[in-house]
């Protein structure tokens, strides 16, 4: 039984956005044989009722990925597009269950891989591999078009991993899954599963970062806990220096622009966006759980209720989708 700080740990985690999963897993199980892989063909697919339909459409000049199942099937966990549009990734297809990572295709076809639940996963930037966090916080590398999966690292990591350009791997690391009493952004070698931290200073035990965004010069923006209340998001640069981007006193689900020009967050129930810098520009954007802004940075997908917004930075409705969508080229994330 997690003792009282342990649990307050985990409450501060969640409310800002941080997957908390409390499992036990024995090394035995993370150290057996490949996940097997299952092959369906669209005809398997349609007999089994586990059709996706994948349709790409521009908005305001910004294409959007938009996975449907049939009317009347349990709306989809959709974590990551690939960068052509061509396919997405499934968390679970049933509502309540953990199912497989299920990589659908636009033939109509599907892979489904025998991991142990999916917290996340990102398409790398040819739409070839994909980096997968699972319900245990391991880290693997799933070959896309055989489903053929490589474990890299235990961890635990978070939920929400990026590749970047030089194809290694941002994630958060933690101290635990169950209760993480610190948690640091590291980048992960997608071959030897080797870990470099975004900043090599404070020590890992010292931090509590609740996410790392990949920004567009190759810096990384990190959300992290900050003294007394609220958390603050920091520009790490390549060469280990930081700078601030913004203080938020209550914020969850924090998204940061391409260009690091804008943060937007949840709080209360609501979406907010600010432009970063000395004098920042606040707007309210409605009532929200969540919001992702697009490659770049132009526009946002707001999640409300069982629906996604599109809209500009200034709040200007464009567009309204299922409860899943993804940004074309994002690779990264589909769900607000």
């Known amino acids: 039984m997690p003792n009282r700080s342990s649990l ?41 009722g586990k059709t996706i339909a994948l349709s790409v459409r521009t908005v305001d000049g910004v294409p959007l990925v938009e996975p449907q199942r049939p009317i009347g099937a349990p709306p989809l966990r959709a974590l990551a597009a690939s960068p052509d549009g061509r396919a997405v990734v499934i968390g679970n297809l049933e509502r309540g269950q953990v199912g497989p990572l299920t990589i659908a295709r636009a033939d109509g076809s599907q892979l489904e891989v025998a991991l142990p639940g999916v917290r996340g996963a990102a398409f790398d930037a040819l739409g070839a591999w994909l980096a997968v966090v699972d319900l245990t916080g391991a880290l693997w590398r799933v070959d896309v078009q055989t489903g053929a999966a490589t474990h890299l690292a235990d961890g635990p990591f978070g939920s929400e991993p990026a590749i970047l350009p030089d194809g290694s791997i941002l994630a958060v690391r933690l101290s635990s899954v169950d209760a993480p009493t610190w948690a640091a952004g590291v980048t992960v070698d997608s071959v030897s599963g080797a870990e470099t931290p975004v900043l090599p200073s404070p020590e ?36 280990g220096s930081e700078a601030s981007l913004a203080d938020l006193n209550d914020a969850s689900g924090v998204a940061v622009s391409p260009d690091a020009g804008w943060v937007a967050w949840t709080a209360a129930g609501q979406v907010r966006i600010a ?62």
């Open 275 to 336: 432009s970063t810098g000395p004098d920042p520009v606040v707007r309210d954007l409605g009532a929200g759980t969540g919001v992702r802004f697009s490659p770049d940075g132009s526009l946002l997908l707001v999640f409300s209720a069982e629906r996604s917004l599109v809209m500009d930075r200034a709040g200007r409705h464009l567009a309204e989708t299922g409860i899943s969508a993804c940004w074309l080229g994002d690779g990264r994330g589909c769900q607000p």
């Open 8 to 48: 307050v740990i985990v409450a501060v985690a969640a409310a800002l956005g941080l997957l908390v999963v409390i499992v036990g897993v024995s090394p035995q199980v993370r150290a057996g044989p490949p996940p097997p892989v299952t092959f369906l063909d669209p005809a398997s697919v349609r007999g089994a």
């Open 204 to 239: 890992a035990h010292d931090q509590l970062v609740y996410q790392a965004v990949p920004l567009a010069d190759g810096s990384v923006a990190l959300v992290r806990h900050r003294t007394g209340g609220g958390v603050a998001v920091v520009r790490a640069a390549p060469d």
